[in-house]
């Protein structure tokens, strides 16, 4: 019997907050999104005042063991909500020619590290012909209001109770949800590993966005740079932020052998994972497949 795809809106709050726990077609992977109100917040340094549109986003990092299903075909299925999923017709991931983790690891809850931002796209895209729902990456606005969870960041005293860093790491990433979760529930939202957002990175983003302050996405129009966010387990504490913002380098594809680069993985970036979101108001199929043509540059 086709499994069916686990979509349930919870009456039990965590942490304030409405969440669902989403399975995987076909397998006993789940994880957890939180559902946030949206409205207005003051972002950046600067205070700008930016309105987002309700949105959930994932309780944790996206992990190697949900990754693995869209990355090997023989780790997937043809159980879906859709009825026309076809699990031989999914572009995979090329097979990685080492441990992109260096032995940091990989079952049992670590992170997935080393995709590019094409890799995790294409991981949304691939959840959504799962399971129907439209999943994407935060922008950089989604990504600060849920790290700041409409209180002030922790002291730097305190950033050790959340989250991994230079000091406390051991210079290696941890599983998910080690460390305490922020005030609407968020785990590793600083540290442990940094975070692909959807926006091409601006250094004048807030003057960009000034005229654009509904829902902010600055679209890419060539493959770097993005915007990262959060920090890693080998960044200073002091360096990491809800406000902070990164930037995607070419540099961590420089020992690909390959030509041209993969479109998947990038080489010297185990520091670097992601985690989803899923909007309120969700798109249709045709706006859904424009999405990902306009995000995902080749």
């Given amino acids: 019997m086709r499994a069916l795809f686990i979509f349930l809106l919870c009456h039990t709050l965590l942490y304030g907050q409405s969440v669902d726990s989403v399975n995987i077609p076909g397998s006993e992977v789940t994880f957890t999104m939180v559902h946030l109100p949206g409205g207005d917040f003051k972002m950046g340094p600067r205070g700008q005042l930016v309105t987002l549109s ?14 693995r299903l869209f990355q090997r075909r023989d780790n997937d299925n043809n159980e879906a909500t859709t009825d026309d999923y076809d699990a ?33 796209l294409r991981y949304c895209e691939w959840l959504y012909q799962k399971t129907g729902r439209f999943f ?47 005030a609407w529930g968020l785990y590793d939202m600083l540290g442990n590993v940094s975070e692909w957002t959807l926006d091409h990175y601006a250094s004048d983003y807030f003057e960009q966005i000034t005229k654009a302050t509904v829902d902010p996405w600055i679209e890419p129009t060539r493959k770097h740079s993005r915007g990262v966010r959060g920090g890693h387990f080998d960044m200073d504490m002091a360096d990491a932020g809800c406000r902070v913002r990164e930037k995607s380098s070419a540099k961590w594809q420089a020992r690909d052998p390959q030509i041209p680069k993969s479109k998947w993985w990038n080489v010297d970036s185990p520091f670097l ?8 108001d969700q798109p249709g199929p045709k706006e859904v497949e424009d999405f990902f043509i306009k995000a995902i540059i080749d």
């Fill in 273 to 280: 994972g992601f985690r989803i979101v899923s909007p309120a």
């Fill in 88 to 120: 031989d017709a999914i572009t995979r991931p090329s097979p990685p020619y080492l441990d992109f983790t260096y032995g940091m690891g990989t079952r049992g809850g670590y992170p997935q590290v080393n995709t590019t931002q094409q890799a995790a």
């Fill in 136 to 182: 994407r990456l935060p922008t950089e606005a989604e990504w600060e209001y849920a790290c700041l969870a409409d209180t002030e960041e922790p002291e730097l005293d305190e950033r050790p109770d959340y989250g991994w860093f230079f000091e406390n790491s051991e210079e290696a990433f941890h599983k998910t949800g080690e460390k305490k979760p922020n």
């Fill in 54 to 67: 309700a949105f959930a986003i994932g309780s944790h990092e996206v992990t190697h063991d949900a990754f």
